[in-house]
């Protein structure tokens, strides 16, 4: 009797781990393009993204309407597809469900942006051949970067965006662009 107590108490805790545990992961939903918080500079906007779950989603859905999860792993559910603006301004509503039944939403607002940033040039110092350029980028939506002679700099994206570089030759090349992929550009000269 003794020996099947022990054997009992051994085995309690054993059989305790074999337990299943229930699946409380909602799937999360990303969207990757378009860049800048769904900012587009066309009408017709390709959108990719991917929905992630620790065990696999089942169903996408835009606007309640069935998307195709390319192929590959359920656990990284990737799509991409097309839509329409027919105004300035639309919210897409994303829906996963993973295989235990749990859901998630994301609505993504994305607008149509075809005003480009603007560039002002603060400050332009020349010494022989090294040109030092200071100014400010702005833009309605985000200013999401800004090169000088081809040189990306290290800003943080924002309506307003101080910038200073350092280059070479008798002028600055300076290009900005904005979330949605409208660019300006400027040469800046003494």
């Known amino acids: 009797m003794r020996r099947s107590v022990l054997v009992l108490a051994l085995l309690i805790p054993a059989l305790g781990s074999c337990a299943r545990t229930a699946d409380t992961f909602k799937p999360r939903i990303v969207v990757t393009s378009p860049d800048g918080g ?30 195709t999860i390319q192929p590959g792993s359920r656990k990284i559910a990737q799509f991409s597809f097309q839509t329409e603006l027919t105004g300035a301004r639309r919210d897409l509503t994303f829906g996963a469900r993973d295989a235990a039944g749990n859901t998630a939403t994301l609505v993504l ?26 100014g400010v980028a702005t833009d309605n939506t985000r ?17 307003r965006t101080d910038f200073y570089a350092e280059t070479t030759g008798t002028y600055a090349e300076i290009q900005v662009e904005d979330g949605a992929g409208n660019v300006t550009k400027l040469r800046a000269s003494q």
């Open 38 to 67: 769904g900012v587009s500079r066309a009408r017709n906007i390709t959108v990719k993204g991917y929905a992630l779950d620790d065990q696999g989603v089942v169903a996408l859905t835009v606007d309640g309407k069935p998307l």
């Open 109 to 134: 607002p994305i607008a149509v942006d075809t005003v480009p940033p603007a560039i002002k040039v603060t400050r332009f110092e020349r010494e022989r051949s090294v040109i030092r350029v200071t």
């Open 143 to 159: 200013v999401a970067q800004i090169t000088v002679d081809g040189k990306r700099l290290n800003i943080t994206p924002g309506a």
